[in-house]
T-cell receptor, first 115, second 114 residues
């Protein structure tokens, strides 16, 4: 079974631009979560989508948004990029069971650099 | 809120040495606990998990036991290899009624010398 895929793997943008990242979950998984990884803040939860609805949200500004399509693929968008948005963005998929035993499987990440 | 604390690294060991990476957590309710590993330039790979107290997760020679009385989930391996060099993250699932958000520790860098 294919794993979680993320595109693109690397992105370079300038301040003020916007960016869209894509994630394809493992076949049969209905939940997609997004995390930001930086050296200073570590791994932080952005949001989770299940059945095309945002089910959970972390403490990030409204510039960070996402959506999920009917085939469970997800995109996240960051508008008005700031230097501090430079990070590795990780997508994780799971069956979507609303209980703590549900296991998340991660993709390779998209490395975003904002200049 | 829920939180995870890991021992600071880097941890440097010689090949075949015994490994322990400490992890303690603070949580309400009954979270599941996970260890993930990240190799350079890659995403996170699930290493092992435990879903209830006294459960032992194991994989590839790594083990961790869910200790509710000490709120710990320490990672151990009897004999490390150079290929085990990576960053290890302890995590807990946060809030079964609000999806399954993961809360991560800061990560521990492991370096194994031959």
């Amino acid at each position: 079974k294919a794993g979680v895929t993320q595109t693109p793997r690397y992105l370079i943008k300038t301040r003020g631009q916007q960016v869209t990242l894509s994630c394809s979950p493992i076949s049969g998984h209905r939940s997609v979560s997004w995390y930001q990884q930086t050296p200073g803040q570590g791994l932080q939860f952005l949001f989770e989508y299940f059945s095309e609805t945002q089910r959970n949200k972390g403490n990030f500004p409204g510039r960070f948004s996402g959506r999920q399509f009917s085939n469970s693929r997800s995109e996240m968008n960051v508008s008005t990029l700031e230097l501090g948005d430079s990070a590795l963005y990780l997508c994780a998929s799971s069956l979507g069971l609303a209980r703590s035993t549900d296991t998340q499987y991660f993709g390779p990440g998209t490395r975003l650099t904002v200049l | 809120g829920n939180s995870v604390t890991q021992m600071e690294g880097p941890v440097t060991l010689s090949e075949e040495a015994f490994l322990t990476i400490n992890c303690t957590y603070t949580a309400t309710g009954y979270p599941s606990l996970f260890w993930y590993v990240q190799y350079p330039g890659e995403g996170l790979q699930l290493l092992l998990k435990a879903t209830k107290a006294d459960d032992k997760g194991s994989n590839k020679g790594f083990e961790a036991t869910y200790r509710k009385e000490t709120t710990s989930f320490h990672l151990e391996k009897g004999s490390v290899q150079v290929s085990d060099s990576a960053v290890y993250f302890c995590a807990l699932s946060d809030g079964p009624t609000r999806g399954n958000k993961l809360v991560f520790g800061a990560g521990t860098i492991l370096r194994v010398k031959s």
